[in-house]
């Protein structure tokens, strides 16, 4: 069953439509085949409460700019009371720092999305592109595109031009109360380390982020720094916490429109993962590596942006199948690592790695 969506057109960038009492429904460009990110405006006491922040683009602040300056002279006042992110990545925190020199809010995120940015931005303790590139080559990745993927070095650094220097930490189960409303801090994982998902159980609202989405899946990858993390079962795991909130729950995610239909999403979510994970078990009769079973997962041509999140995508869904028992990793004494069937282990897989 298709989700239910009960707003069919997303506001214009500049603008803000109310989905509910008190929440207000903002979206910005993207540069990337994914063009736009939904952001959140909630009413609070004597201001409002921004939850995410859009990449860093300046057509993105010039949306920003418009709104703040609407929001100065409502009833309500200009005044930023907080600025939540729900997790690292770029479309999400890119104009943190900005807003909050803008705004004087503070930041508030997670440890685990905090810290993560300090290091993916600085590119160290193994977060970066050169671990990154020592990763995908390990699996397979050719020179040509382990090149054009070395050119993009700084990217997130661009869509996150400044970061926060301090922030106040979120906790999973922390209650916050903003506005008249009570919203509790929702950890979930695999997508990011530790994301921030809000619900508010008066308004039957569920701020997903990206951990659900209406349509697509969000990107689950292996990073360089856990490279023998099970990413895909953290997801599954944290998505399915989310079936024992109430069906009628308004979910407000950050790419794609509203929905509702919680169930439904997590079980078709559960369906498309494991039909993946069947593909990629039926293509290893013989050893083969991530990058030889990208075409399986993503049967179009993938530019330099798509292969890293299709190389990272596939390396989540080996591991899971390992970890499952239904594959078998090996490396060679080349260090390249493949993955075999279980049972057509007989194969010449070189020698095991790690066990």
């Excluded at 009960?6 to 009492?21: C, H, I, L, Q």
């Excluded at 083969?288 to 190389?311: E, G, I, K």
Aim: charged residues 20%; hydrophobic residues 40%.
């Amino acid at each position: 069953m298709l989700p239910d969506y009960p707003f069919a057109t997303p506001p214009a960038g500049g603008e803000t439509f109310s989905v509910a009492p008190g929440i207000h429904w903002l979206r910005m460009p993207l540069p990337f085949a994914l063009n736009h990110i939904n952001l959140w405006l909630l009413e609070d006491d004597d201001g409002w409460t921004i939850v995410d922040t859009g990449f860093a683009l300046d057509a993105v602040k010039a949306c920003w700019q418009t709104i703040l300056s609407r929001l100065g002279t409502s009833e309500r006042g200009g005044r930023i009371v907080r600025i939540i992110v729900t997790h690292f990545h770029p479309d999400h925190l890119g104009l943190a720092a900005w807003l909050q020199e803008q705004t004087g809010a503070p930041v508030c995120m997670t440890l685990g999305e905090y810290l993560t940015a300090h290091a993916v931005w600085h590119e160290i303790g193994g977060h970066g592109n050169q671990p990154m590139l020592r990763q995908f080559r390990a699996h397979g990745l050719d020179a040509d595109r382990c090149a054009a993927l070395e050119r993009r070095s700084g990217n997130y650094n661009r869509g996150v031009p400044s970061l926060p220097t301090s922030y106040q930490r979120l906790f999973g189960g922390d209650e916050l109360r903003i506005g008249k409303h009570r919203w509790q801090v929702r950890l979930g994982f695999g997508h990011s380390p530790e994301h921030a998902a809000l619900y508010c159980r008066e308004l039957g609202i569920l701020i997903s982020g990206d951990m659900l989405l209406p349509k697509i899946s969000t990107n689950i990858s292996v990073f360089a720094v856990t490279p023998r993390a099970d990413s895909l079962n953290d997801f599954l795991n944290s998505i399915d916490r989310y079936r024992e909130l109430p069906p009628e729950t308004l979910v407000l995610p950050s790419h794609g429109l509203p929905f509702h239909g919680i169930e439904n999403r997590v079980n078709a979510l559960h369906a498309h993962h494991e039909e993946r994970l069947q593909l990629l078990e039926d293509q290893c009769t013989s050893p083969r590596s991530a990058a030889d079973l990208l075409m399986t997962l993503f049967a179009r041509d993938l530019d330099t942006h798509q292969t890293m999140f299709a190389m990272g995508e596939a390396i989540a869904h080996l591991n899971r199948l390992e970890h499952a028992g239904r594959l078998l990793r090996s490396e060679d004494d080349n260090g390249l690592i493949r993955f075999v069937r279980r049972q057509d282990a007989a194969s010449p897989a070189g020698k095991p790695a790690g066990h």
